[in-house]
């Protein structure tokens, strides 16, 4: 059973950076396109970028020219470069195949962007 195990979180002011990281258990299959997702409490869980298995990147509106996606098959790791943080990026980030997967949902790791 695939396992996703998300870190890097933490609080930073306005402006400032963070790495997520995404290690999935087991092989993760170069077939997959991968994704980072975020939830605010009270808010539906939102795409904020996906990753190919080619390695070509997408993003969400929200965060295209900050964040940076990539992946690293052999270490079956994602991740998730983001800068100019603004407190509107505040949420807990998850990370899932893309489309998502409803059984590979992790804990994910929360980024708080706050003075």
């Known amino acids: 059973q695939v396992q996703l195990v998300e870190s890097g979180g933490g609080l930073v002011q306005p402006g400032g950076s963070l790495r997520l990281s995404c290690v999935v258990s087991?092989?993760?299959?170069?077939?997959?396109?991968m994704a980072w997702y975020r939830q605010i409490p009270g808010k539906d869980r939102e795409w904020v970028a996906t990753?190919?298995?080619?390695?070509?990147?997408n993003y969400a509106g929200s965060v295209k020219g900050r964040f940076i996606i990539s992946r690293d098959d052999p270490k079956s790791a994602v991740y998730l470069q983001m800068n100019n943080l603004k407190p509107e990026d505040t949420a807990v980030y998850y990370c899932?195949?893309?489309?998502?997967?409803?059984?590979?949902w992790g804990q994910g790791t929360q980024v708080t962007v706050s003075s």
């Open positions: 899932n195949q893309a489309p998502p997967q409803s059984l590979w």
């Open positions: 087991g092989t993760l299959g170069a077939v997959y396109s």
């Open positions: 990753i190919g298995s080619r390695g070509t990147p």
